[in-house]
């Protein structure tokens, strides 16, 4: 069942979030970028201390050891090849998108007789996967252009997202089956 409230919500941090990368397209993707570095790094050294600690009834964990080793040189090498990372993440952020979209038109066409608003949901869902199709099509465009292409796509996503709320909220009792 789809809440209008949580579609609303989803809708403004779209907008917000489009706004934020249209004013700051360098560091949009550099930010991203930062921020899976810094999360791998830390992911890393929390599984690999558990790991490494003596056991408490328990057999000491190797599959954390591992995944910690991984966490962390994922981090470095991140910090160390900042371009090969941002590829990387264009590249899963066209996935995200596309796969989204699937999802997203999959839901209005099962929820066609249930609520009139259905083409707004699609309309979405096609949004993001032509996002996620122009990424893929196009990585090597540079990560400003990628930022200007996700700010364009949070601002329009967001927008009929808002609108979409706002529809289901004014026709509740449509969603009551």
Request: charged share 5%; proline share 5%; no cysteine.
């Amino acid at each position: 069942m789809l809440d209008s409230t949580f579609l609303i919500v989803r809708g403004i941090v779209g907008i917000v979030i489009g706004i934020l990368a249209l004013l700051m397209p360098g560091l949009t993707i550099a930010v991203l970028v930062g921020l899976f570095a810094i999360f791998a790094f830390i992911d890393g050294i929390t599984n690999l201390i558990p790991g490494m600690l003596p056991p408490r009834g328990f057999e000491r964990s190797w599959a954390h050891v591992f995944m910690g080793l991984i966490g962390i040189a994922a981090g470095v090498l991140t910090f160390m090849w900042p371009a090969i990372t941002a590829l990387v993440l264009i590249l899963l952020i066209a996935a995200w998108a596309v796969t989204t979209g699937i999802f997203e038109i999959v839901a209005a066409l099962r929820l066609r007789g249930v609520m009139s608003a259905t083409p707004l949901l699609a309309l979405s869902g096609v949004l993001s996967m032509l996002f996620g199709l122009v990424v893929f099509a196009f990585p090597a465009a540079g990560a400003l252009g990628i930022a200007w292409m996700f700010a364009a796509y949070a601002l329009a996503s967001g927008a009929v997202l808002v609108i979409l709320g706002a529809r289901l909220r004014s026709r509740r009792p449509l969603l009551s089956v």
